[in-house]
């Protein structure tokens, strides 16, 4: 794929990943950026999915939340994971969102000097000021990977497989694990779109 096909970085773009690989993609940005990044893989629990070193900045540990979502982060959602971030000993917290954050969130915290709120225009702004070869290569990154914007199921960890409501005839994202037939059953959804 050549550069001049690939797609801008747009807030619809980055709403469109696998919550899963928006984890992977933050990590890789902030390692760009200079630090030492470790995933958790825990799944979207309202905790930390990321933790940041500098080098051997004696500052410690830099827990970061990174949420794909287009409705705007909500105050009680900031304060979960601050606590989280706090209770784990991180000396500071950024919580990145591919959307925004409501009004109360940004009075709420914006003197916190410890914690950082990221919405999606500031993260792709982010990946713009590391350079356009570096913006190239996580877009490449992204492209390359087999289903990227299907969800995964954040109990199983397998993909979600776009299911119809027989009802409403309204399309949603359902484990694959859905309708098991041997062990119990994952009733993960998400809306499609």
Not at 117 to 133: K, T
Request: proline fraction near 5%.
């Amino acid at each position: 794929m050549s550069i001049l096909e690939l797609p801008p970085w747009k807030i619809d773009f980055l709403q469109s990943l696998d919550w899963r690989l928006f984890e992977t993609l933050c990590a890789k940005v902030f390692e760009a950026a200079g630090y030492q990044a470790t995933e958790t893989n825990d799944g979207p629990d309202g905790g930390i999915d990321i933790h940041l070193r500098m080098g051997n900045d004696p500052s410690g540990d830099i827990a970061v939340q990174c949420k794909r979502q287009k409705k705007p982060i909500e105050t009680s959602q900031v304060r979960e994971f601050y606590g989280a971030a706090k209770q784990s000993g991180a000396s500071r917290a950024i919580f990145v969102t591919t959307g925004s954050f409501d009004q109360r969130s940004l009075d709420e915290f914006q003197d916190c000097g410890d914690l950082c709120l990221i919405d999606g225009n500031q993260f792709i702004e982010g990946i713009h000021e590391l350079g356009r070869g570096t913006a190239d290569n996580f877009m490449k990154f992204i492209l390359g990977q087999p289903e990227w914007s299907i969800p995964t199921c954040p109990k199983c960890t397998t993909k979600m497989i776009r299911r119809v409501n027989k009802e409403s005839n309204e399309a949603f994202w359902g484990c694959e694990n859905f309708s098991r037939k041997n062990g119990p059953a994952c009733r993960m959804t998400f809306p499609v779109g």
